[in-house]
């Protein structure tokens, strides 16, 4: 990981604490070259890790409390175990939510010391929540020796989220942050958990993030209300062909069916979900051909779904699409769940300067905001760094 690395978290640790030090644990933070709002629709996404991510030192303290501080946001909070004393600070409720759905699954936790930092940018949509998570429940899990497997980390994390965060989120990020492996993309049926292992180097190209610096405070509920969306639609469909329980059974004439059972919206929401699943595995069959042409084209596709049929682009977000696409690059598109953060692209090796420099202007011209150029590196998962 770039910026944090393990001294310097210890060192904050051994100040904030009793000068003593505990295990170190580092999780990563994913990008998703397609398959976008696909997960909770039992679909499919492609997602790697990143070289960004989380570290946290922990020590168990003997008592039934935990003492966690936030070093990048220089806050100190305490909590206990039970269900009634979920922490106030948004960032805690991660930590306390961890603990609680591994209690639920019967694991037997008790107090212990935090501190952590972390460089996945937050709302820039490469899950720095997710990386928090995984973070937390690898290290107790280990540490506590709850006996639990890397699938139910995952979903750990994602239960997190939808009980004590209020994101409906599906599995993929917090997937990819357990799962995560250097040089591979991962191939995930979010329906079953089966998954393959990508290896990604594709040679003459290169994947960069351009972050838009856009945060939108209004994210999660929107975020929820694709989701219901979805339902609505599976509902719909699910009169008349009762073995669809995802939009990912379902298919366009099926969909076309309900048109005049649904709102507009709805329609619009589930048309885009249904291409995009079979848009990641066009990707995949393009990709072991090496067709890079095919994977931009569909990533371009994906963007123009999530910016008119899923609504979940804004300005600044088209702006670097049109803008790639004006520079020639293979494949751009918003990246994650949207309304704000970044786009991935796909740029061939020669046009990567040309490309960067030019975003880099023309956003600055255009929007009186600096753009944020991330290189991605594929990386490993949540691990014990010492
Ligand atoms: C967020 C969610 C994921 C996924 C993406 C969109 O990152 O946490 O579960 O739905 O949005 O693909």
Not at 79 to 100: K, Q, T
Not at 139 to 152: I, Q, S, T, V
Not at 218 to 239: D, G
Not at 287 to 298: A, F, N, R, W
């Amino acid at each position: 990981m770039s910026k944090i690395d393990i001294d310097f978290v210890r060192s904050r640790f051994i100040k904030h604490f009793d000068g003593s030090t505990g295990n170190v644990y580092a999780s990563p933070g994913r990008i998703n070259l397609i398959g976008e709002h696909t997960d909770y629709n039992g679909g499919f996404v492609f997602p790697g890790a990143i070289d960004k991510g989380m570290i946290a030192e922990l020590k168990i303290n003997g008592t039934n409390k935990v003492r966690a501080y936030s070093i990048d946001l220089k806050d100190y909070v305490e909590f206990g175990l039970n269900e009634e004393d979920a922490p106030r600070a948004s960032w805690a409720r991660y930590i306390f939510g961890v603990c609680r759905e591994i209690i639920k699954r019967g694991g037997k936790i008790s107090g212990f010391n935090t501190a952590f930092a972390g460089d996945v940018p937050m709302g820039a949509g490469m899950s720095s929540s997710a990386a928090l998570e995984s973070t937390y429940a690898f290290a107790l899990n280990e540490m506590f020796d709850c006996g639990l497997d890397k699938f139910e980390l995952a979903k750990i994390g994602q239960a997190t989220e939808h009980n004590y965060c209020g994101v409906n989120c599906g599995i993929m990020d917090q997937f990819a942050s357990v799962f995560g492996k250097a040089g591979s993309l991962i191939r995930l049926d979010c329906r079953s958990l089966e998954y393959q292992y990508f290896p990604f180097d594709p040679k003459g190209y290169k994947l960069v993030l351009l972050d838009s610096v856009v945060k939108h405070e209004l994210a999660s509920s929107a975020y929820n209300k694709r989701r219901q969306s979805c339902e609505t639609a599976v509902a719909a469909i699910q009169k008349r062909h009762p073995e669809v329980e995802f939009l990912r059974d379902a298919n366009m004439d099926w969909l076309k069916e309900v048109k005049e059972e649904i709102s507009a919206e709805d329609y619009m929401r589930a048309e885009y979900v249904i291409e995009e699943i079979q848009r990641v595995l066009d990707v995949c069959d393009a990709l072991e051909q090496g067709d890079y042409e095919t994977v931009g084209k569909k990533m371009y596709e994906t963007h123009h779904g999530m910016s008119k049929l899923y609504e979940v682009s804004c300005e600044e977000l088209d702006f670097l699409n049109d803008l790639a696409k004006e520079c020639g690059v293979t494949g751009s598109r918003v990246m994650g769940g949207g309304f704000g953060g970044c786009t991935i692209n796909l740029v061939k090796d020669e046009l990567y300067e040309p490309f960067v420099n030019k975003a880099r202007e023309s956003y600055f011209k255009q929007y009186n905001k600096h753009l944020k150029v991330y290189d991605v590196v594929i990386s490993d998962g949540a691990r014990r760094l010492c």
